[in-house]
């Protein structure tokens, strides 16, 4: 049974770069196949999926967010990161990392997500 | 890419039947059977009910039930109970390894 856990900064600066991480259990990040994600919930807002890494470390990311979005894998560590550049206040929301199934594409295991708020 | 199309909020009384809709377009939804919906009530995690359209996971009620028509997709909630007041969200592959969201319906059980 797989488990993911998201972590990092609650609280991150206006045009700074917001950092989290999601620590996969039960299961490798490496495994072949294996997609993960990147989806965020603002307050009072809908999800918006944030973009996916393949188990080989190729990314998949939103045209709204491309330019700003780095998703990255540590297969020593077993898990995988979000980094998202220049924020402001709309990037505030809960984050949450979630395994999207490669062949049926829906999101089976989600992290409890993580709220992350940017001040000025 | 734009979230698929939901509306903002639907309502009806227990053992009710209500549907929800999930309009894309011919690169997302039209073009991939692969079409799943999530339950959200607030504070936690998001609940897988439909996949592929229509699959239910183990354990999900056979009172959910989805389908799609050209580039729309559907969730019926059937024998509505009051423990099925939620935000809804369906979400579609839209090719390369993308998907894209709705934009959310806020479920009332009256």
């Known amino acids: 049974q797989l488990q993911l856990q998201e972590s990092g900064p609650g609280l991150v600066k206006a045009s700074e770069t917001l950092t989290l991480t999601c620590t996969v259990s039960?299961?490798?990040?490496?495994?072949?196949?294996?997609?993960w994600g990147w989806i965020r919930q603002p307050p009072g807002k809908g999800l918006e999926w944030i973009g996916n890494?393949?188990?080989?470390?190729?990314?998949y990311s939103n045209p709204s967010l491309n330019s700003r979005v780095t998703i990255s894998v540590d297969t020593s560590k077993n898990h995988f990161s979000l980094r998202l550049s220049s924020v402001t206040a709309a990037d505030s929301a809960v984050y949450y990392c979630?395994?999207?199934?490669?062949?049926?594409?829906?999101?089976?295991?989600w992290g409890q997500g993580t709220l992350v708020t940017v001040s000025s | 890419q734009s979230a698929l199309t939901q509306p903002a909020s639907v309502s009806g009384s227990p053992g009710q039947s209500i549907t929800i809709s999930c309009t894309g377009t011919s690169s997302d939804v039209g073009s991939y059977n692969l079409v799943s919906w999530y339950q959200l009530h607030p504070g936690k995690t998001p609940k897988v009910l439909i996949f592929e359209i229509r699959k239910r996971p183990s354990g999900v009620s056979n009172r959910f039930s989805g389908s799609k028509s050209g580039n729309t997709a559907s969730l019926t909630i059937s024998g509505l109970q009051a423990e099925d007041e939620a935000d809804y969200y369906c979400c579609s592959y839209a090719g390369s390894s993308t998907v894209v969201f709705g934009g959310g319906t806020k479920l009332t059980v009256l």
């Open positions: 039960g299961g490798s990040v490496s495994t072949y196949s294996y997609y």
């Open positions: 890494i393949l188990y080989s470390g190729t990314t």
């Open positions: 979630a395994r999207p199934q490669s062949s049926s594409w829906v999101f089976d295991y």
